[in-house]
Every structure is written in structure tokens, then in C-alpha cells.
């Protein structure tokens, strides 16, 4: 495993290498979403197997980074969250640069910034952020914390569960599957975008959307993806 390269943590113990940085965010994903967070939901997301999670979550623990339940479930510590808060910050600095400064798409940028956000140093965030002038949410919809201060991760509701007839304006896109990005965004189904739910199809179909003039079917899956509120 590489050691960071942009940042020192001398709070710490242990180095913070990109795979606990890699690990600290996940976890903070999960637990932004609601989500259990073990260790086998973590090795999928991250690509790993389940012992070689378990032999990090011992670090973590022994960094006072993470906790772990009777249940297993995991959580990050105060301490712990302050640093996953941390790359995260940087993670999505890094994608709205990269689309409003480099002009990539949004389906490019997340694995991109997975990459880049263990790299960039405390100066070079700074630069990012003000020459981004301060953004609150990178291209999809998802909040940026702050270097300090409170900070909220909860999603709002997905679109699957809204009835038909009603208005939805779109606040935020799950980024995980590159391929469901490029679709949503060639309809227009962006963060800021209302929309129609103009139907919904029986036993697991499609949700009808209207985009404008142009009428969409979404599966389920596209369906869980988009969230937002009643328009």
C-alpha cells in the first residue's frame, strides 16, 4: 500500500495510507446513506477480500479511527469521521474541478478523483476551492464538507418510491455506475432538473418520467439511483 502523498496526519498513529483513506470514505458513504456498514459490504465496495478488510478494521480500531458493535457493525469514531470527512471533501473538490475546469463529463470523473484525492495537498484544496468560488455540491448533487464545521450527509428520497402525478426536482445522483450517469444525463436527469412522474409500470417496471417534452422510462435500478423532493 502507497503512503498519502499530499498530506501528513500527526494526530494519528498510524500512517494513512490510501487504503485506510479509501476505507475511512467508504464507510462514511455507507453510514451517509443509512446503510449497515460491515465487512463484507465493505470488501465488495472496495474491491477486496474480506480478511484483508478485517485486517484494516484491526488498524482502525487500534488508530481509535473506528468501532466495531457486539453485531459488527462498523462506525467511525469522532475522530474518525473528522478524517473521512476530510477525503471526501477532497474527493469531490477534485470532481467538480475537473468538470467545470477541465470540462470532463460526470460519468468520468469519479474514478479520476479516487485516485487524485489522496495526492493534492492541504495548499492545493485551498487553490480548488477558491478558484471553484466555494462550491457546496460537486456534479452529483452531493454535499462538500467543509475544512470546518458541521456537516449533513443524508439522501433525500429516491425516486422509485414517488407516486405518478406528482413533480420531483432532482437534488442528488448516486455516481457508483458510470454507464447510468451517461444514460440519465443524455434525458436531462441532472441535479437541478424536474421532473413529471407521469406513470408507473406493475410488478418491478419502469417509472415514466417527462423530461421537458421528451417522456423516459427508468428501470428500477435508475429508479433507486435519483433522488430529491417533491416539486
Known sequence: MKPQTGRSDRCCEIPHTEAVEDCLRTIFKLAGRGLPVTTSGLAELLGVAPPTVSAMLKRLEA???VTRSATHEIRLTAHGERHAMGVTRRHRLVETFLVQVLGLSW???HEEADVLEHAISERLEDRI???LRHPTHDPHGDPIP???GSHV???AAPLAG???GSRFRVQRVSDDDSGALRYLAERGITPGATLEVVGR?????PVWVKVGPKRHALGPMLAEVV???IA
Open 146 to 148: 467543509p475544512r470546518n
Open 63 to 65: 488508530g481509535e479511527l
Open 201 to 205: 409500470e406493475p410488478f418491478g417496471g
Open 162 to 164: 414517488v407516486e405518478a
Open 129 to 131: 476551492d477558491s478558484v
Open 227 to 229: 433522488h430529491g423532493e
Open 153 to 155: 450527509e443524508s439522501w
Open 107 to 109: 460519468d468520468e470523473v
